[in-house]
């Protein structure tokens, strides 16, 4: 028997048919859901909505992403440091840099009374030194002269003395005239006022009432003269060497030095905020070298001119500096209060993320399961705080450390 064309045709479309009905029975279930990789057909629709072990997670839905969100468990949450918000002072203030300086209206250059040879130095640049304590000794002739006129000063007086004791014992007696008794009387005192000026110019020098006797009754006159420190302070500088002639007044100083109990500062502020400086306002200093430390000091002076290029004027700060910690040349930070306090919602500055267009977010929670990410605005910066103005309230749960590491995550997810 033979086959015709249309007979093949119709024979190869019965066929194929049965193998597409053989293929959905295999791969279909009779509910008309496929099934599911490494998962056995069900016939029970019901069964079938209990999950199965070896399903794949769904991708978050498009509305979680675009309230962004982040989903972490318990053990993931404990590295964010979650904490409510609370309320934090704030203080309204200006800034500005400058540099630390000696107080130049206690820096004291030291000069000998006379000129002479310097002999010995006791103090070196940085030493600390106290007021009274010997500083250098140098050997004047000046000196010795001044010495030499009280030795002489004070043997005419004894002498006189001696003569005026033996005039008023004849004057008893009758051996003595009236006239001649008068005229020892005013030779003694005219010898005792020379002994006293011979002292006092003798003390110029610096030296004590026992130097002083002690070289009367020796007739021994001492050439050291003992420059001593006018101030409690810091040695600055120091230009003098042994053997090196020194003399009040010259250009240098053979050693400065500085009480150094309080510091300036100087800084350089900009003149739009000039209308807020006020003489004697406090002000917080912070130095590099010394990190959260803050020292105190009040503006005493404020600059009569503005710089015409950089529209600063320089504002000059005592600081105080008890424990001699500041140095001259320290860069330093100055603030200082122009307001009020201000009280605020307040989160930690780890807490705040700076996002590529320039908007400030947080990242808040309720559940302690996800980490919502919220823009916010921030006013103040102190005390490792930013002050949030708007889109937070005291009390709400964010997430105090590793922000900025939740919004790059964020940022990777989306992609």
Do not use: C
């Amino acid at each position: 028997m033979g086959f015709n064309k249309k007979s093949v045709v119709v024979g190869a479309g019965i066929i194929a048919v049965g193998l597409i009905i053989a293929v959905w029975w295999f791969f279909i279930e009779p509910s008309g859901e496929p099934v599911k990789q490494g998962q056995a057909p069900s016939s029970d629709k019901a069964a079938g909505t209990a999950q199965s072990a070896y399903e794949v997670p769904r991708r978050p839905s498009a509305d979680v992403l675009s309230a962004q969100t982040v989903e972490l468990s318990a053990s993931e949450f404990e590295q964010f440091k979650i904490m409510p918000v609370e309320e934090h002072d704030f203080t309204i203030q200006r800034e500005a840099v400058g540099n630390i300086d000696f107080n130049q209206e206690m820096l004291v250059q030291v000069f000998p009374p006379v000129s002479g040879k310097t002999i010995a130095l006791f103090a070196t640049v940085g030493d600390e030194v106290k007021k009274g304590e010997p500083l250098y000794t140098i050997e004047s002739p000046d000196l010795v002269q001044a010495e030499s006129a009280l030795i002489s000063a004070a043997g005419t007086l004894f002498l006189t003395t001696r003569v005026l004791k033996r005039n008023k014992e004849l004057r008893q007696l009758k051996a003595l005239s009236q006239k001649e008794l008068e005229q020892a009387i005013s030779d003694q005192e005219a010898a005792e006022g020379a002994y006293k000026a011979a002292r006092n110019a003798v003390r110029i020098f610096g030296k004590t009432e026992k130097d002083m006797d002690r070289m009367v009754a020796q007739r021994k006159v001492d050439p050291v003269l003992v420059v001593r420190n006018p101030i409690t302070g810091r040695v600055t500088a120091r230009n003098a060497a042994p053997g090196l002639l020194v003399q009040p007044g010259s250009s240098v100083a053979p050693y400065t030095l500085a009480d150094v109990s309080t510091m300036w500062m100087m800084a350089k502020v900009a003149e739009t905020d000039f209308p807020t400086l006020r003489l004697g306002e406090e002000v917080d200093v912070s130095v590099k070298a010394y990190p959260g430390r803050v020292f105190r000091g009040k503006v005493v002076r404020i600059g009569e001119s503005v710089d015409p290029v950089t529209h600063r004027l320089l504002v000059r700060s005592e600081v105080q500096d008890p424990k001699h910690e500041l140095r001259p040349g320290m860069f330093a930070t100055f603030a200082i209060r122009i307001g009020s306090i201000v009280r605020s919602p307040a989160v930690p500055i780890n807490g705040v993320v700076r996002e590529g267009d320039g908007s400030m977010t947080v990242w808040v929670t309720t559940d302690r399961k996800h980490l919502v990410k919220r823009t916010v605005k921030i006013g103040l910066q102190q005390d490792e705080y930013d002050q949030i103005v708007e889109g937070l309230q005291p009390g709400e749960l964010v997430a105090t450390e590793r922000a900025l590491f939740l919004s790059n995550a964020l940022t990777e997810m989306s992609r």
